[in-house]
């Protein structure tokens, strides 16, 4: 019934911006954290950004600086500014929810938005 709705994906020259956005529908847990992944080819899938309901965030290394996440709690939205862009941050993004629905920790993973940085 959830679902995790994308935008924002594109191509876009190495030093330019993308900003993507993930908003949740038919939500029936209380979500406590959402955020960003993305898996190149050929690598694992890797935590971007995260945030939780509570403001708090948590981000990968190499995008520190230049990615900045931020949600809405009462609208269930996540977005994540993305500027000066290099071709090793070409991937597939995947928006995440994660919360707690009956006292159990619940996840779910949107379908995923194509971000290529040519060179």
């Known amino acids: 019934q959830l679902q995790l709705v994308e935008s924002g994906g594109g191509l876009v020259q190495a030093g330019g911006s993308l900003r993507l956005s993930c908003a949740a529908s038919?939500?029936?847990?209380?979500?406590?954290?959402m955020g960003w992944y993305r898996q190149a080819p050929g690598k694992q899938r890797e935590l971007v950004a995260t945030?939780?309901?509570?403001?708090?965030?948590n981000s990968l290394d190499s995008v520190k600086g230049r990615f900045t996440i931020s949600g809405d709690n009462a609208k269930n939205t996540v977005s994540l500014q993305m500027n000066s862009l290099k071709p090793e941050d070409t991937a597939v993004y995947y928006c995440?929810?994660?919360?707690?629905?009956?006292?159990?920790?619940?996840?779910?993973w949107g379908q995923g938005t194509q971000v290529t940085v040519s060179s």
């Open positions: 995440n929810a994660a919360g707690i629905r009956s006292g159990s920790y619940i996840e779910y």
């Open positions: 038919g939500v029936t847990f209380r979500i406590i954290r």
């Open positions: 945030i939780t309901s509570f403001g708090s965030t």
